[in-house]
């Protein structure tokens, strides 16, 4: 098999079990990505992931299922990559960030993280991230494109706490309500007033939002006793919340 150049010579220095350099593996779709993902995992903990949790998951799911075979040796590079229609995968450092984000919800702290809204379902990549986190995952998707795609990606890892839906998530999905969390994977310039409708008390919403109309910013609002307390984050790139179906 022809060997691809860039992305297997970062695996062939890599010492064997015994010390020996170990031979450079070629790398394509059925190969074992194991490795790379690994190596994925220990540069998010080195990028202040502390979640064992979310490691876990990260470690688990196998991202280069959820992309274009031509992709897959790109799979465990922290980039988004592209999904078709003009969408992309997130980041493994944000998937991760924003997971992260969710398990430290008061609720989630005390009781483990229970219903999530995904808003954005892409291929497919989070809501399987999620599944490992959450007990049920509810994911919306505007596009019928890629809601089948991600049927099509999902299908093998027989995840049954995933429910994919067809939708338009501004309107979020009241009939799973109320969520112990609700995630965007797309940002607008204001947070619906469905999501902060449909979160439990003791959840958290975590979504990027361009609240100034300029730079978009990780937002986390928490759903408490007392109402709601809004943090802005980090800056953060995510493709646009549109409202509609297509
Ligand atoms: N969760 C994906 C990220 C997909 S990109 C992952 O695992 O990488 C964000 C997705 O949000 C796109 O597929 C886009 O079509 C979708 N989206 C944008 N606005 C939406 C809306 N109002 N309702 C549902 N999905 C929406």
Known sequence: MQRRPGFPARLAGLPGPGGAPRAPRPVGPGLDFSAVRARMVQKLAAGGIASAAVLR????????????GA???QAYEDTSL???LGQTISKPYAVARMCELLLGAE???TGGLGRVLEIGTG???QAAVLS???REVYTLERLHGLYDKARENLRPFRLTNVHLLFGDGMLGYARGAPYAAIIAAAGGDAVPPSWCEQLAVGGR???PMALTGRQQMLLVIDKTAQGLKQSVLEPVHFVLLKSGIA
């Open 57 to 68: 998951a990260m470690g688990t799911v196998e991202r280069h299922r959820f992309v274009d």
């Open 71 to 73: 992709l897959a040796t």
């Open 82 to 84: 592209p999904i078709g």
């Open 107 to 109: 609720g989630a702290r």
């Open 123 to 125: 291929c497919g990549y």
């Open 132 to 134: 490992l986190l959450a």
């Open 205 to 207: 919403l975590v979504a």
